[in-house]
């Protein structure tokens, strides 16, 4: 079976969707990026895989589902982290972000017969997913980073060393307020929507009723099962 990745940052305010201020405050988008990650932690626990592994820059906390291996980022650039997160593994693997909380079991749940890769683009131009049935760091040191093109230079890389390549559906990841407002559509009974809800019925930069705590644990009952 597949070791399914997360890389991310712990959700704390200055740290994290940076580009969500305005119109949230600091707290708020730390709050969102909190609620993000939760979904996606949540969808990955929900998906079949032989490990399951956190590659985080911070500290757990309590948004964080058991059954989950927890370790350090690396130091260097965005491209040797996710090689070193490679690196770990000896099998196939698959590497998300946290930025896409829409994401489900089912999109992760990756099939490596007849195939060598699976990429997952994203419509910012990056790539949101990245399976490799042999895990290779040398595949992704190098790749430009947070640029219009990165998901089109890592799939070439891929390609031009002779792997067979899938693609998953392409997703919008969570950079701005209309990111924000688009992706909570495509996921309203999730903890991010709901999130989002709280802050927008607050008002432009209106502390809403859970920001000064953890959102952590299940669906809250008004927002039901994702």
């Given at each position: 079976?597949?070791?399914?990745?997360?890389?991310?940052?712990?959700?704390?305010?200055?740290?994290?969707?940076?580009?969500?201020?305005?119109?949230?405050?600091?707290?708020?988008?730390?709050?969102?990026?909190?609620?993000?990650?939760?979904?996606?932690?949540?969808?990955?626990?929900?998906?079949?895989?032989?490990?399951?592994?956190?590659?985080?820059?911070?500290?757990?906390g309590p948004w964080l589902p058991?059954?989950?291996?927890?370790?350090?980022?690396?130091?260097?650039?965005?491209?040797?982290?996710?090689?070193?997160?490679?690196?770990?593994?000896?099998?196939?693997?698959?590497?998300?972000?946290?930025?896409?909380?829409?994401?489900?079991?089912?999109?992760?749940?990756?099939?490596?017969?007849?195939?060598?890769?699976?990429?997952?683009?994203?419509?910012?131009?990056?790539?949101w997913a990245l399976g490799l049935?042999?895990?290779?760091?040398?595949?992704?040191?190098?790749?430009?980073?947070?640029?219009?093109?990165?998901?089109?230079?890592?799939?070439?890389?891929?390609?031009?060393?002779?792997?067979?390549?899938?693609?998953?559906?392409?997703?919008?990841?969570?950079?701005?307020?209309?990111?924000?407002?688009?992706?909570?559509?495509?996921?309203?009974?999730?903890?991010?929507?709901?999130?989002?809800?709280?802050?927008?019925?607050?008002?432009?930069?209106?502390?809403?009723?859970?920001?000064?705590?953890?959102?952590?644990?299940?669906?809250?009952?008004?927002?039901g099962p994702r």
């Amino acid at each position: 079976m597949t070791t399914l990745l997360v890389i991310a940052k712990e959700p704390r305010p200055g740290r994290v969707k940076t580009r969500l201020t305005p119109p949230f405050t600091p707290r708020q988008a730390a709050a969102l990026a909190e609620a993000a990650l939760a979904d996606t932690l949540h969808a990955v626990a929900a998906t079949p895989a032989s490990r399951r592994v956190l590659v985080l820059d911070g500290s757990p906390g309590p948004w964080l589902p058991p059954g989950f291996d927890v370790v350090a980022q690396c130091a260097g650039g965005l491209d040797e982290r996710l090689a070193a997160a490679f690196a770990r593994c000896g099998g196939p693997a698959l590497l998300i972000g946290m930025d896409t909380p829409q994401v489900t079991p089912e999109l992760l749940t990756v099939d490596f017969a007849g195939c060598d890769a699976w990429f997952g683009p994203a419509e910012d131009g990056g790539f949101w997913a990245l399976g490799l049935a042999c895990p290779d760091p040398a595949l992704l040191r190098g790749v430009p980073m947070s640029t219009p093109v990165t998901g089109a230079v890592q799939r070439e890389r891929l390609v031009a060393a002779g792997l067979r390549v899938r693609d998953l559906p392409s997703l919008r990841d969570v950079d701005t307020a209309s990111d924000a407002r688009a992706v909570a559509a495509l996921a309203p009974r999730g903890r991010f929507a709901a999130r989002l809800a709280r802050y927008t019925a607050a008002g432009p930069c209106g502390v809403g009723p859970s920001e000064a705590g953890p959102f952590a644990g299940p669906v809250p009952p008004t927002a039901g099962p994702r």
